[in-house]
Structure formats: structure tokens, C-alpha cells
Nanobody
Framework: VQLVESGGGLVQPGGSLRLSCAAS????????MSWYRQAPGKERELVAA?????????????NYADSVKGRFSISRDNAKNTVALQMNSLKPEDTAVYYC?????WGQGTQVTVSS
């Protein structure tokens, strides 16, 4: 299993970034995918999650931390084995290392810094 994040960087407050996670080594379409973040001195926290959508009747469902609702959006492309996190209206408190997760597998993380 391999999860590789990309898209992090430095952005000014109010700006946007799009993170992407490329997955391989497992049946991507069958698993819930999620984004977590960890700021210095803080515990890792769930940012957003998206179900597999493998059940046609259920479709994909998403879940967000209260702190990012209305600003972040998670999406997945099962054909490309990728999951993305669109982050808008970024705030300094969004600064953290962002990790992609599937089951008990984690990516290496990508740094997001929001600062003027």
C-alpha cells in the first residue's frame, strides 16, 4: 500500500490550495479515504472523509471537521485512485502537515502553511 500526498505549500490567508493523494497497492474504490492534519504541538485530527461510494444505492458520503465545514471539500476519483482536498478561505490556524489515510495506512504528509 502506498499513499502519496502532493499540493501543499505556502499560501496567504484567504487563499486556496488543492491537495491530492495518489493511492496504490489496494482496491481503492472499496475503502473510505480521509484527510487528517497535525499542527505543531497538537494531536492529529480528522479533517474530512469520504466513503467508497461502491454501493450505488448509497453513493458517496462525506464528513468534515466543524472547523473546515463550508471551506474544504473532499472528493475522489476511483478511476484514477486519487482523493483530493480542496481548501478555500484558508486561515493561519489551518497550518499543519496534512496526511492521507486509508484504513491503517498513512501517507508521508504534505506541509500546508497559511501566513502573510
Amino acid at each position: 500500500v502506498q499513499l502519496v500526498e502532493s499540493g501543499g505549500g505556502l499560501v496567504q490567508p484567504g487563499g486556496s490550495l488543492r491537495l491530492s493523494c495518489a493511492a496504490s497497492g489496494f482496491t481503492f474504490s472499496s475503502y473510505v479515504m480521509s484527510w487528517y492534519r497535525q499542527a505543531p504541538g497538537k494531536e492529529r485530527e480528522l479533517v474530512a472523509a469520504i466513503t467508497s461510494g461502491s454501493e450505488i444505492s448509497a453513493g458517496e458520503m462525506t464528513n468534515y471537521a466543524d472547523s473546515v465545514k463550508g471551506r474544504f471539500s473532499i472528493s475522489r476519483d476511483n478511476a484514477k485512485n486519487t482523493v483530493a482536498l480542496q481548501m478555500n478561505s484558508l486561515k493561519p490556524e489551518d497550518t499543519a502537515v496534512y496526511y492521507c489515510r486509508s484504513s491503517n495506512h498513512w501517507g508521508q504528509g504534505t506541509q500546508v502553511t497559511v501566513s502573510s
